[in-house]
């Protein structure tokens, strides 16, 4: 298989366990379809959580590199990463250091999600306690 950036042959190599296609010309990777899960998975494997994945497709000069289809670019999960990948469902490629930042954002998202869950849960307490006979008697003593 060729690099859809530079042309050069792509080897196999294990990256955080993931058997990906390098390039070691350009440093970029291609992941299979399943791949790009699979490293987010690294830092956040709750699928339900992590939001919708592309965004903003626009078709780019490189092709495939299973079926030569024109690859196209999404904005990343809402953020100012840009991927490629094959509408064919062959895969996505990464530049050099964006499985860094994908990896990234999936952090950011576990951090986010454990943030939401336990303010919902703290605004949950505090209704609970706002219904409550003894503060609601509190706050009308306040009143009268």
């Known amino acids: 298989m060729k690099c ?7 080897k196999k190599q294990s990256h ?5 296609d390098y390039c070691k010309s350009c440093k970029g990777m291609w992941l ?13 494997d709750q699928d339900d959580l992590k939001g919708t994945l592309m965004f903003e497709h626009t078709v780019v000069e490189h092709s495939c590199p299973h079926c030569g289809s024109q690859l196209k670019q999404f904005k ?16 996505f490629w990464l530049d050099e250091g964006e499985e860094k930042r994908v990896i990234e954002v999936m ?19 505090t209704l609970k306690k ?4 003894s503060f609601m008697a509190k706050m009308g003593d306040l009143f009268r």
């Open 130 to 133: 706002l219904k409550s006979k």
């Open 16 to 20: 955080k366990g993931i058997e990906v």
């Open 4 to 10: 859809p950036k530079c042309n050069a042959e792509l």
């Open 107 to 125: 952090k950011d998202r576990k951090k986010a999600m454990k943030r939401k869950f336990e303010s919902e849960a703290n605004w949950d307490k």
């Open 76 to 91: 990343y999960r809402l953020h100012d990463l840009h991927l490629e990948y094959c509408e064919n469902q062959h895969g």
């Open 32 to 44: 299979d379809a399943e791949e790009l899960d699979e490293l987010e998975d690294k830092a956040f």
